[in-house]
């Protein structure tokens, strides 16, 4: 254990964790894994204007789904908690004050309709409004009101902010492990509110605080937080913890799958693709969305692929489980350019998964999948579907959606190449050929496979007159599993049934085609 490398996964409950941020969850867990560091859940939920109820547990089973565990957390423990910034209220006021005694930090006492006035006579001179190191010495703070007002002011209970007096003519340097060093310039900050008017503290202020106190060694974060890194860099400084302060590394940022701007929470819907790790349901039908474990993904699967969307290890290896990836990861390989959201990538890479997972596995992950649909049968069974079907689709469900034929009759024939290729009279060797097999005394692919073998030869027939109406009859389609395996898997009886009601069916194709 390497107690020295801490890292913190700090999501905002406003509404459900975007893929984006599962990325930033995964790079935090990667590193502290492979550092042998802790990882920290930290609830940043100060803003309670943007709280909504139920991000905070969507969050937590989204990480659970996804199998990333925590070290310290809410409902976890640790010695620096609590973990949820609500909770620890009651201790930032302190360091908004000890800004304001070291002189850099200010009171503001603009009420919200001077500010909006304020920032309508901007806008009508087409310039924008900023509380900055030259707007602050026209508004109403400490800085320009008398010390005795303030001190009124203060008394009798007038709201206020406390706001960073980030100073003048100054550069800001910030040495991040993906971008390198940025240089920011002061005059372009505004100074940031650090305590708002209810007493809470304002992001900058609390995440600052809170790094601090857990003793954070690595920020690892989306490149939107890049600008207030300047804020915070300061903060760092005023509060004297220059030294202990923690590497930065901004991620790329993820865009949509045609490479053009930043991929939105709306996209999902738009392209009918996940952007969420799960379901998210809201009251209202069109602000509820289905996420990766509903489309079907394993969530290893997720997390392969996001492990990608920013980072490569160098090699042609795609394929990583959880360990083997954490092991691989660093934070130099993480790339500065955006990276590129592409669904089909996503699909392959379950597949992938699917192909991989042990037979017996996928057939308990399709239980209750079966369950829904009233399919009555074995786990055996579907242990034998799945490792029939897992190589032709790229998604769990898809194996008893494609596959529904193991579990009710046809729905429907192929009936293009019966058109082409049916002949009527063919119907009574087919079927000999099956009652012959039926009465094998092992109803296994290869005695069936080496059986219909000798039979096709005694008869001088071809596999292409058998096999393609043995298959569209038994599964509606050319394209399903290995026609034995699948003739083993439904047993003699259901066979039997299936060509009989088949081949009639297809003499009607065949008759309609030279009717019409
Ligand atoms: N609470 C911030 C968020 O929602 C955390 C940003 C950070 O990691 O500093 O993303």
Known sequence: MNDKIRLRFAPSPTGALHIGGV?????????????????????????????VPGAETYILESLRWLGMEFDEGPGIGGDFGPYRQSERKSLYGKYAQDLIDS??????????????????????????????????????NSLTLSAEEVKTRLESGDPYTIRLKVPRDEEVLINDIVRGEVVFQTNELDDKIMLKGDGMPTYHLANIVDDHLMKISHVVRGEEWLPSTAHHILLYRFFGWEDTMPQFAHLPLILRPNGKGKLSKRDGDKLGIPVFPIA????????????????????????????????????????F????????????????AGARFDFDKASWFNQQYLIQTENATLGQLLKPLAKEKNYEVTDEYLTIVASMMKERVNFLPDIIKTGYYFFEPVREYEEKMIRKKWNPDRKTALLALNEQLENLPDYQAEKLEAHTKTYLEANGLGFGDVFPFYRI??????????LFEMMEALGRAEVKKRLLTAFPAFDEVFANKINS
């Open 473 to 482: 009859a038994l599964s509606g389609t050319t394209k399903g599993p290995a």
């Open 23 to 51: 990325r930033t969850a995964l790079y935090n867990y990667l590193f502290t894994q492979k550092m042998g560091g802790t990882l920290i859940l930290r609830i940043e939920d100060t803003d309670q204007t943007r709280y």
């Open 103 to 140: 002189g850099n930090a200010y009171y503001a006492f603009d009420t919200a309709e001077e500010l909006t006035a304020m920032r309508e006579a901007f806008e009508s001179r087409k310039e924008t409004f900023r509380y900055d190191g030259i707007t602050r010495q026209q508004l109403k």
């Open 321 to 336: 489980s959880l360990p083997q990836m954490a092991e691989a990861f660093s934070l130099d390989r993480i790339s500065k």
């Open 280 to 319: 998210w349901e809201a009251e209202k039908a069109e602000d509820s969305f289905k996420g990766f474990r509903e489309f079907g993904f394993m969530p290893q699967a997720v997390l392969n692929f996001l492990a990608f969307l920013g980072w490569n290890p160098g090699t042609e290896q795609e394929i």
